[in-house]
């Protein structure tokens, strides 16, 4: 014992004054002094985070009210801090909720609410406030006005951080020129110095938020990003948890609070995609694991059905002959037809045959002859006499039944280097443990667990080691205890009542290990507003100028009970730069992810994929790819697994990995195609160059050889290249001129082609399917042509002779057409 301890015994109330010393503290308080927690770690991260909470707040609060936003960043120097300025146009807040929104950390927290925001604890722009009050010591300013109010409301307020509550300074009406919408003004310690990461996060935001018109005003640039559609997000709806993912706690907790009953109409109640089929087979999981299974054992053959008649008929009294005799045959009978039979089986089969023997036959058959009944036919089921030893001299000869069927079914689970000897010995070992239990009259049904099951698979297997000097391996071990467990039966006992299962801990944890056995389908979608493929497009086109563009939305997963849907597009070429790695570029619910990008699953997965396979340069094989390439990936969930409560970064979820993964692939699987293509088409023109310059010269030589006109290169070389060839020919009529456009498919495909030729004077006389559009003088007529391989069709008009053509053919790389005008 230390001289501190030899003390301790001699100190009289040392245990209350230690306990007067432990006290509470609010959660503002605690962030107080852990900002960095919250993504307020230095002046240059701390400006762009406040401007991050106030637009993702924002974005949240016009789409909830279905109002395309439109939001203004400005920051501006003030002294000695940075002024931070964020306006939008939303549905404004209300005089009684707009100081706490501001003011009390976790107050608006949606944490409970299964269904896709921004915002999921209710502390960022609170948290914005605190920071700007603990550096610059100025309160917030605040003003709002809702729609049809006639005036705003003006609050200037810190946040209390003892009591975690707002402390409001002014709190008065004023005039303001939006309709509807919030403005936060806020100064704060600060620098430029993350200029860059401010940039992307509003870029970035304009990408995955198409549908938001972005302005920002910073000392020294100004950003305007326009929307790209007028589509918001759709609605969403929260749902209930999904059966896969939610843990034993959980379910214990809803178990305390739920009105149902049963345990199926728990499930039906308070767990999204279970209906009541579904419900049955997660209770059917939970009987295995709770109740265990019984063994269903082979019956005696035909022929030795009158050991059953027989003892049927021995055991049941008073009935009469013939009634006894009907009632043995019906049981007799029915066991005959099963392969396997379980006690609980048997006990439906002789209530089954004396409900009929009654009906026919008035002779009842109470509970006690049916309790005789069961117990002789169970009996002479699992008999220590084995089969008729005169019919074979194998090794089964003379064995119970119980060892002739577990020989066979532990000879079809293992190797077939095993002895039939050591088999045969395992088997009966096997076999004395259902005896034992059987003699014991502890378990005459032979119920087991799967875990007790591979308990007395492993005593007989030790045993068998032990005495037979062999190996029975952990394999072999497994395989049997599955072939044994595959023949046994679910039980039909009812579940315990909800009320028994809230209080024990055992069965609750059978319960969700059953329900994530179950195939339940994937959880419901309207709690999730996805991008989509579309919009993904739209925004890379709208930010970005490349030449590619794919995009690839996966089907819902569910991880914790959440449901969670990730998507991923990438844009390639064109004005990106080429040097260095490619942009990567990570969102969760439509919200930038500028910081931490090391620690983000996102990075590691993409990181992980080989992208040679995809045409982009990796060096080493691993990590970021080079070239001219932005890889976006969203993940929307209800719940997004955040590494810290700054939500910088996503948590390596295996299950948001896997799809984060997929989603990657599936749109790098179209950049894939697009890069072999234009390599194909590079090689294409290479060719056609080479022709171009050697057949004029051959078709020189030719001529002059022959004494003929020199041949056509142009059609040559379309044949030659399996080019779509696209020729004019005009023909005088005497009021005009006949134009024939002729389009000769020479490639091995079908071709759909879209012909727009721009005439200088009005065409009469058109082929089928033109059509014709005036602008500004000129006239546009246009076909869409569909070409067989091998086939050719012509389009034809008329127009007057001072007209002039130009000819514009889509559908068609450039490197597969050629056009002669």
């Known amino acids: 014992m230390t001289s501190f301890q030899s003390t301790l015994e001699d100190e009289v109330g040392i245990a209350e004054e230690l306990a007067e010393s432990q006290q509470a503290i609010s959660i503002a308080e605690f962030f107080e002094k852990n900002k960095h927690m919250l993504g307020f770690d230095s002046g240059a991260r701390g400006l762009v985070t406040a401007v991050k909470e106030a637009v993702d707040n924002a974005l949240d609060a016009a ?30 807040l209300t005089k009684e909720t707009l100081p706490k929104v501001f003011g009390k950390l976790l107050y608006g927290s949606r944490f409970h609410a299964r269904e896709q925001s921004r915002g999921q604890q209710g502390i960022g722009i609170s948290a914005a406030v605190l ?36 402390e409001i300074s002014v709190e008065e009406t004023t005039s303001w020129d939006r309709p509807h ?35 920002l005003h910073e000392p020294q640039e100004h950003f305007k990003f326009e929307r790209a559609t007028d589509q918001l997000p759709d609605e969403t709806e929260e749902i209930r948890p999904h059966p896969h993912g939610v843990e034993l706690g959980t379910v214990m907790k809803m178990l305390s609070v739920t009105d ?16 009541k089929k579904s419900a049955e087979s997660v209770i059917d999981e939970f009987r295995d694991r709770h109740d265990g299974r019984e063994m269903r054992w082979r019956p005696p053959k035909a022929h030795e059905d009158l050991d059953i008649r027989t003892a049927v008929s021995d055991a049941t009294v008073n009935k009469g002959a013939d009634a006894t005799a009907a009632f043995a045959d019906a049981i007799a009978d029915a066991v005959d037809d099963h392969d396997r039979i379980a006690h609980h089986e048997l006990l439906e089969i002789v209530d089954s045959a004396a409900e009929t023997v009654q009906s026919e036959r008035g002779t009842t058959f109470g509970d006690t002859v049916r309790e005789n009944a069961v117990e002789t036919v169970w009996l002479e089921i699992i008999d220590a006499a084995g089969p008729d030893e005169t019919e074979s001299d194998d090794d089964a000869a003379g064995d119970s039944r119980l060892v002739a069927d577990l020989y066979e079914l532990a000879d079809g689970a293992t190797s077939t280097r095993k002895d039939d000897e050591v088999i045969h010995a395992f088997a009966e070992r096997l076999a004395a443990k259902f005896e034992d239990e059987h003699e014991d009259g502890e378990n005459v049904r032979h119920r087991l667990t799967h875990k007790r099951l591979r308990e007395h698979v492993d005593r007989a297997a030790a045993l068998t080691e032990e005495y037979d000097d062999v190996t029975f391996g952990e394999t072999a071990r497994e395989n049997i205890t599955e072939a044994v467990w595959d023949v046994m039966a679910t039980v039909p006992d009812d579940p315990p009542l909800v009320r028994e299962l809230n209080s024990d801990r055992d069965a609750t944890s059978n319960l969700v290990d059953g329900m994530r056995a179950t195939d339940i389908m994937a959880p419901p979608t309207r709690c999730l507003a996805p991008i989509s493929e579309d919009l993904i497009t739209a925004g890379l086109e709208k930010e970005f100028d490349a030449d590619f563009y794919a995009s690839a939305t996966r089907d819902a997963e569910v991880h914790g009970g959440d449901p969670f849907i990730v998507e991923a597009g990438i844009a390639y070429g064109g ?72 939500k910088d970064a996503v948590a390596n979820v295996p299950e948001m990995e896997d799809e984060i993964e997929l989603a990657i692939r599936e749109a790098a699987r179209e950049l894939k195609s697009y890069l072999n293509k234009r390599r194909s088409m590079q090689q294409r023109r290479k060719k056609q160059n080479v022709l171009g310059k050697i057949l004029p010269k051959m078709a020189e ?9 020199e041949p056509d290169i142009d059609d040559a070389i379309a044949r030659i290249m399996n080019n779509v060839l696209v020729e004019r020919s005009v023909e005088a009529n005497g009021n005009g001129q006949n134009v024939s456009l002729t389009v000769e498919n020479n490639s091995s495909t079908n071709e759909s082609l879209e012909i727009t030729e721009i005439v200088t004077a009005e065409p009469t006389n058109l082929s089928d399917g033109a059509t014709v559009v005036e602008m500004d003088g000129e006239w546009f007529i246009k076909w869409e042509a569909d070409v067989s391989s091998d086939e050719d069709v012509a389009l ?11 000819l514009d053919v889509k559908g068609v790389e450039t490197e597969k057409l050629t056009v002669k005008q």
């Open 575 to 646: 004005e990106l730069p080429a040097e260095g790695s490619a942009d990567v570029m990570r969102f969760a619910n439509r919200v930038p992810l500028v910081y931490q990008r090391g620690a983000c699953a996102t990075t590691d997965v993409v990181k992980s994929i080989g992208w040679r396979n995809y045409g982009l340069d990796q060096p080493g094989g691993s990590g970021l790819p080079n070239g001219p390439a932005v890889i976006m990936v969203h993940v929307a969930s209800t719940n997004v697994p955040f590494t810290s409560e700054s």
């Open 260 to 275: 149902s009953q049963t345990v199926s109409g728990f499930l039906q109640e308070e767990f999204t995609r279970v209906g």
């Open 796 to 806: 034809e008009y008329v127009v007057p002779d001072d007209a002039s053509f130009d």
């Open 63 to 92: 789409e909830e009210s279905g109002i395309l936003p439109d939001i203004y960043v400005e920051i501006e120097e003030a002294g000695d801090y940075y002024r931070l300025i964020v306006e939008d146009n939303g549905p404004g």
């Open 131 to 166: 920071y700007s009050q603990l550096t610059s010591g100025k309160p917030a300013k605040i003003t709002s006005r809702t729609q049809g109010a006639s005036e705003a409301e003006y609050f200037e307020l810190i946040v209390d951080t003892d009591s975690n509550e707002p």
């Open 181 to 215: 919408g919030t403005r936060i003004e806020l100064e704060m310690e600060g620098n430029m110095r993350a200029r860059q990461q401010l940039h992307d996060y509003i870029k970035h935001t304009a990408v995955v938020n198409p549908h938001a018109r972005l302005e």
């Open 701 to 709: 030589k030719v001529a002059e050889v022959t004494g003929r006109e």
